[in-house]
């Protein structure tokens, strides 16, 4: 499934059943945290004019516009101050259950990254949505049935010069 996963930003027009909706969220939370502190929000959104406005959070966003469905992922940052890495895994969580399912998914980042000159991504979307301050947006994640193919995973991709054994700069 690792192999599999790759980033699909484009989606057929077609609804993404609940009960995968729900999969998908059940892999979130079981997702490991710092301190087992569990920190996460999602909010689940699938009401495509919303999806559109999520769509102009930055250009890295644009490809929400086809997206039948996108998974908001957030962290409160007074549960656990790893809430970023905690969020991160969750976030992967998601996208290899999209993938297990069938179905294509691609992070759309949100932390430290503006909307415009005078307002931040994570501001926009949590005005859109009307997230709490203390809830932190991380990224939102577009999915649905995919409308592109792309090839899996190769082994060419794998560094095994980055790979250091018992001291660093020691390769096989
Ligand atoms: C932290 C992070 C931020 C990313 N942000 C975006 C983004 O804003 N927009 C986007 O289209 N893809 C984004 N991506 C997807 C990467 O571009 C993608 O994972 C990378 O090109 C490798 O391709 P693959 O996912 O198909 O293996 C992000 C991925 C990560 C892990």
Redesign the pocket.
């Known amino acids: 499934m690792v192999k599999k996963?790759?980033?699909?930003?484009r989606y057929q027009d077609r609804k993404v059943p609940r009960e995968y909706v729900e999969k998908i969220l059940e892999a979130a939370f079981y997702s490991p945290s710092s301190m087992n502190r569990r920190p996460w929000h999602f909010v689940v959104v699938d009401d495509r004019e919303i999806i559109q406005k999520l769509a102009n959070t930055?250009r890295?966003?644009?490809?929400l516009e086809t997206a039948p469905l996108a998974i908001v992922v957030c962290g409160d940052e007074t549960i656990s101050s790893a809430w970023v890495f905690d969020a991160?895994i969750a976030?992967?969580h998601i996208?290899l259950a999209a993938t297990a399912l069938g179905l294509g998914a691609?992070?759309?980042?949100?932390l430290d990254?503006q909307h415009s000159e005078e307002k931040s991504a994570e501001d926009y979307v949590r005005e859109l949505l009307g997230i709490p301050e203390h809830v932190r947006v991380l990224?939102v994640i577009?999915i649905g049935y995919p409308a592109e193919d792309?090839e899996e995973?190769k082994e060419e991709e794998i560094m095994w010069d980055r790979v250091h054994w018992n001291r660093f700069g020691s390769t096989l």
Do not use: N, T
């Open positions: 996963r790759r980033s699909i930003r930055r890295a966003l644009r490809f991160s976030a992967e996208q691609c992070w759309g980042h949100v990254r990224c577009g792309k995973h």
